[in-house]
């Protein structure tokens, strides 16, 4: 399996939170750009990344089960080949599940929404759902879904932060994206976000 070592985060990036909830949009339009290897980092580190010793990440966690997976659904990053990776916290590395561009198959399972494989990349929160169910029975379920929002409006934010668009995607045929990326139960798909270099120069709120 083959693995790629991600730079390490930036913690002295410019701006403030205040100033990154102000321009903060849900912008479906990209430019033919790629992503650099450290954007994709930034990003993968904003979602889930260890941000302290103890193993602690970047986004909370109910009884700290950390249930959530990430994949990066990558078609234009620089010095990273296409294909579908699993992010590692631990190590900040990534590890190539599937190789080849599978932008517009993720897509395709999206209900058709083809503005996803103009994203240079997609991030794909999965969850193993027994992490958190075994402790808090059937109420796991529904912090599965509440993480899964915590880690995407870091993402959402830390692209700001680094003058990338992205937006979230709840849309999508559970066993046909599961089927594109090549997850198996008991994983299972909760949250796509695709993120670029934005191809506008503003958008509405959504």
Known sequence: MASVTLPAP?????????AALARRRSIREFAELPLSLAQTGQLLWAAQGVSDPSG??????????????LCLVAGRVEGLA????RYRPA????????P??????VAAAALGQEWMARAAAILLFTALPFRTTGKYGRRGIRYLHIEAGHA??????QAVCLDLAG????????LGLAEAVAIRPPETPLYLVPVGRSAISSCRPV
């Open 100 to 105: 080849g561009d599978l932008r517009r198959a």
């Open 82 to 85: 296409n294909g579908v990776y």
């Open 152 to 157: 995407a409006q870091n993402v959402l934010l």
């Open 167 to 174: 937006a979230v995607v709840g849309a999508f045929d559970d």
């Open 91 to 98: 190590s900040h590395t990534l590890d190539l599940l599937l």
């Open 56 to 69: 602690r990440r970047t986004a909370p966690s109910a009884g700290a089960l950390y249930p959530l997976e």
């Open 10 to 18: 930036d913690l002295s990036l410019p701006g403030t939170l205040a």
